[in-house]
């Protein structure tokens, strides 16, 4: 049974009060390099933050969003937009200033796998305990005075979909994954999955944790080619038009998210964002004053990948309604962060106590993408 703590946490909409008062600004946050003021992360982020184990036979590994951005081209109804005809006319700095109706397009045709969708160099090296050159994104967001979640977002510049009956669906350009802990006064209390647009929760005490230097972090299994994110390693099943699917996940590469990211807050009130200083390639790349990232790219509402393309485009096709090449996601502020159940869709949301009890919806849903 959780404990008291726990079910705090699991119940703190409840007790939803007025906003605590924003944290005392800091001229640094971590190994960043960032000179503008900042407020960092709470430690608590880092100590708990999950080791992630990506497949043994991955083949799309983790992405830097910026090297992604060097690589589309900003469209509408497939044609670029005026004054952005080029792959790398859009940075972070300027992505808020593109409409949501945008598709970040790939500048290569995707069925030759260029070296920037595959992304080998964000593949975590065991040799420094799980570092990606890839650098994760952490996004605090402060609920009331006692309680934080912290989301922890996976970006990957191509989802593979995977097979039904020999064909292939649901592939896309760009794809955002995350999980996200609950803590209450400082303490974890549960913890969320999000699993291709759906997602299970499950209470802190339920879930696998590391040990030696990683101690009481939480582990996490990454599906292949999909990227979703599950509580245990094995095979998880899932239902779609066509059939069932399998996600197949094993303790294959550690991801240490905390060794490489950037870090924002993000305030209910405003819908805003603000940056927390990072840590390494993240750190760098969020500090940078030529010119400065900002936070404002997550603003942005538009899709992180191609539009789904047509029919007549060579290797499309749709059968029941599941598409070979699908729309692009969007990013990490179409994810409910203010969300105060603990699942994205809050209704029905369901919080386990062992991660052996159902662990996804059975049929895939696209609304968060």
Same mark, same amino acid.
């Given at each position: 049974?959780?404990? #008291? ?33 900042? +407020? ?62 945008? /598709? ?67 592939? =896309? ?19 969320? /999955?999000? *699993? ?29 080619? @999909? ?8 095979? $998880? ?14 303790? @294959? ?14 305030? +209910? ?5 603000? $940056? ?25 509402? @538009?899709?992180?990948?191609?539009? *789904? ?9 749709? #059968? /029941? ?25 809050? !209704? ?17 849903? =696209?609304? !968060?993408?």
């Amino acid at each position: 049974m959780p404990s #008291i703590r726990q079910l705090a946490g699991i119940l703190a909409a409840a007790a939803v009060s007025s906003a605590a008062p924003a944290p005392a600004l800091s001229s640094s946050a971590g190994n960043n390099n960032n000179k503008r003021q900042t +407020t960092p992360l709470p430690d608590y982020a880092l100590t708990y933050a999950p080791i992630s184990y990506l497949y043994s036979g991955e083949s799309w590994w983790p992405s830097d969003v910026a090297t992604h951005l060097a690589n589309v081209i900003p469209e509408v109804d497939f044609v670029a937009v005026s004054g952005y005809t080029s792959a790398g006319s859009v940075t972070l700095a300027t992505l808020n200033d593109q409409s949501s109706s945008v /598709f970040l397009t790939s500048k290569d045709n995707v069925d030759t796998s260029p070296a920037w969708l595959v992304s080998a160099y964000g593949k975590p090296t065991t040799t420094t305990g799980g570092y990606s050159a890839a650098p994760g994104t952490i996004i605090a967001v402060q609920k009331n005075a006692t309680w934080v979640d912290v989301f922890y977002f996976y970006f990957y510049s191509y989802n593979y979909g995977g097979k039904v009956i020999g064909i292939n669906f649901d592939d =896309h350009v760009g794809d955002w994954e995350h999980t996200m802990i609950r803590f209450v006064d400082g303490a974890p209390t549960a913890m969320y /999955f999000s *699993q291709h647009g759906s997602g299970s929760a499950y209470t802190w005490a339920a879930l696998s944790k590391g040990t030696g230097t990683n101690a009481g972090r939480p582990l996490t299994y990454i599906g292949t080619g @999909g990227h979703a994110n599950y509580a245990k390693p094995g095979k $998880e099943d899932y239902t779609v038009a066509l059939g069932i699917v399998s996600d197949t996940t094993d303790a @294959g590469f550690a991801w240490d998210l905390a060794q490489n990211y950037r870090g924002y807050w993000f305030d +209910t009130a405003s819908s805003t964002f603000s $940056e927390a200083g990072g840590v390494n390639v993240g750190g760098s790349e969020e500090g940078s004053t030529s010119p400065a990232e900002g936070a404002t790219w997550l603003q942005w509402g @538009g899709a992180w990948g191609d539009e *789904q393309y047509a029919s007549s485009r060579s290797g499309q096709y749709c #059968i /029941f309604g599941e598409c070979h090449y699908t729309s692009g996601p969007t990013g990490p502020v179409a994810k409910n962060l203010g969300r105060t159940a603990m699942c994205q869709t809050e !209704s029905g949301c369901t919080v386990f106590t062992s991660v052996d009890d159902l662990t996804h919806q059975s049929k895939r849903t =696209h609304e !968060s993408k």
